[in-house]
């Protein structure tokens, strides 16, 4: 993975967003348009330095649950990343 050109301040994180789903478990093919409520997954390529966030445990390379519409969208390089708050992340996937 390159080396993300971006520090988060204080509580925050960059996440680069994994690919959704285009397929439910049934084999249902969902269009662009169809609702999509689920929290994101992605992987963490940058964390801030506050206190709070170190208090989660959460580390480079960690894959994890965020809130859809949380953060702010971030384009460096033709690649997409998320900067989100440490309250907008949900859950470290194992």
């Known amino acids: 993975m390159p080396k993300v050109k971006i520090k ?6 960059v996440i680069k967003p994994l690919p959704e ?3 439910t478990k049934t084999g249902i093919i969902l ?5 999509k409520e689920k929290p ?12 709070k966030i170190k208090k989660l445990g ?3 390379g ?3 649950l965020f809130e859809k519409y949380a953060g702010t969208d971030v384009k460096l390089e033709n690649v997409e990343y998320k900067v989100v708050d ?6 470290i996937l194992e």
């Open 31 to 35: 269009p662009e348009t169809a609702e």
């Open 40 to 51: 994101e997954q992605g992987e963490i390529v940058a964390i801030g330095e506050g206190e």
């Open 58 to 60: 959460l580390k480079v």
């Open 62 to 64: 960690d894959r994890v």
């Open 21 to 23: 789903e285009e397929k």
């Open 8 to 13: 988060p301040l204080g509580d925050r994180v």
């Open 86 to 91: 440490k309250d907008s992340v949900l859950a």
